[in-house]
């Protein structure tokens, strides 16, 4: 997402995570290779650039990160991504300005990261850092909503020739296209990870209903649930509702040439399928997701692995076994989100779906903030998933 940070603005290009509450960006010291000046952040430019003290109330407000006391009494901080890749640095307060749907500039003074070392993540993802968008308070959307906006957001996130929107704030859709392709669902609450979006996730079904696989919601101990991600490639079940969809499948893929793949074992995926490099894509076996009260959006079932051969291509679902490459959770990640309309509404509690793609312009009414997703090549979003597990 396009975000400028610093007086005068410094544009910069951050990820977006709905799964994080803690914002960082790549300072003028933290890029060791393959990184070129207009990725960091200048803090030494920057004449509204703070150093936030230990013991202040925004240095013990981050407690999902490891803060300390830094040089000069400066609050430190030190947050990882998996096991091979981190970011630390300072906690910093600077004004982050974005556009408005007006064509005016919405400025906002933000407490952030400031990172001094942040090796990998910024030669993998061409980022400039971390924007959390999680329900806590220190979130980007909890310090804005701290500042008199609405807490609701809303995007669409790219494929391949479109760029994605994100639209922040006191918006109103003004779109019939939009509006009314949208289907709403009840934001629910995990007492173990409040802050994270859980969603019902109740059913999915193949071709339009033939086949159901019931989905159960988090335990009372906290395990289990669905969530919404925007740093996780694919999507992920528990071993209990995995095991009988890949079963389904191979039940209406019966013509195809399963196929093993170590990259596909990494990320916890068990299908896979050679096809002619001349046959339609995708195969057969459309999901459609169903939740609670009603909503359905259709998602994509395979993604293409290897198009190397000018034969055959290696295609494999998109969908991975949650223990083999982490906890007990159903996750719908980024790329079952592409081209997809999301909204977010903290003040209504729900989720929006929509099918209209990126290509449909968000037209929205005033007080907004809005931004753009650079087209990232999903290759390297899948990278990353493979080097953190």
Not at 204 to 223: A, E, M
Not at 234 to 258: C, G, H, M, P, R
Not at 342 to 363: H, S
Request: glycine content about 8%.
């Amino acid at each position: 997402m396009d975000l400028s940070l610093g007086t005068p603005p410094q544009p910069l290009n951050f990820t977006l995570a709905v799964d994080s509450g803690f914002s960082w960006v790549a300072c003028s010291s933290s890029c060791a290779i393959n990184c070129t000046t207009a990725s960091l952040f200048q803090p030494g430019l920057s004449t509204s650039h703070t150093k936030l003290p230990c013991g202040s109330p925004s240095c013990s407000a981050f407690s999902a990160v490891s803060t300390s006391c830094g040089p000069s009494s400066s609050c430190s901080y030190n947050t990882s991504y998996g096991t091979n890749f981190s970011s630390a640095g300072d906690l910093v307060s600077d004004i982050a300005t974005m556009d408005s749907v007006r064509n005016r500039k919405v400025a906002a003074n933000l407490s952030l990261g400031c990172g001094r070392d942040s090796g990998g993540l910024l030669e993998l993802l061409d980022t400039s850092g971390f924007v959390g968008f999680d329900k806590g308070n220190v979130s980007f959307m909890g310090q804005l909503s701290a500042l008199g906006y609405r807490s609701k957001f809303i995007y669409c996130l790219p494929s391949d020739t479109f760029r994605g929107k994100l639209v922040i704030g006191n918006y109103k859709l003004r779109n019939a296209s939009i509006s009314s392709s949208m289907a709403y669902t009840p934001m629910i609450t995990n007492p173990q990870a409040a802050e994270l979006y859980f969603i019902n996730l109740s059913t999915i079904s193949i071709d339009k209903n033939k086949f159901q696989v019931p989905i159960q919601g988090f335990l009372s101990n906290g395990t289990g649930g669905t969530v919404i991600d925007t740093t996780t490639f694919l999507s992920y079940l528990t071993s209990d509702f995995y095991t009988q969809l890949v079963q389904a499948i191979k039940n209406y893929t019966t013509n195809l040439v399963e196929v093993s793949s170590s990259v596909a074992d990494a990320l916890g995926v068990e299908l896979c399928y050679n096809i002619s490099a001349n046959s339609d894509f995708p195969p057969p076996a459309t999901l459609t997701y169903h939740f609670l009260g009603g909503a359905g959006v259709e998602v994509s079932t395979w993604f293409l692995l290897d198009d190397s051969d000018s034969v055959n291509n290696t295609i494999c679902m998109a969908i991975g076994r949650s223990e083999s490459v982490g906890p007990n959770l159903n996750v719908i990640g980024t790329y079952q989100q592409l081209d997809l309309t999301v909204e977010y509404d903290l003040e209504q509690m729900r989720y929006g779906f929509g099918a209209q793609g990126c290509n449909t312009t968000m037209v929205v009414d005033v007080n907004t903030s809005s931004a753009e997703f650079s087209k990232k090549p999903l290759w390297l979003m899948l990278l990353l998933v493979l080097l953190t597990v």
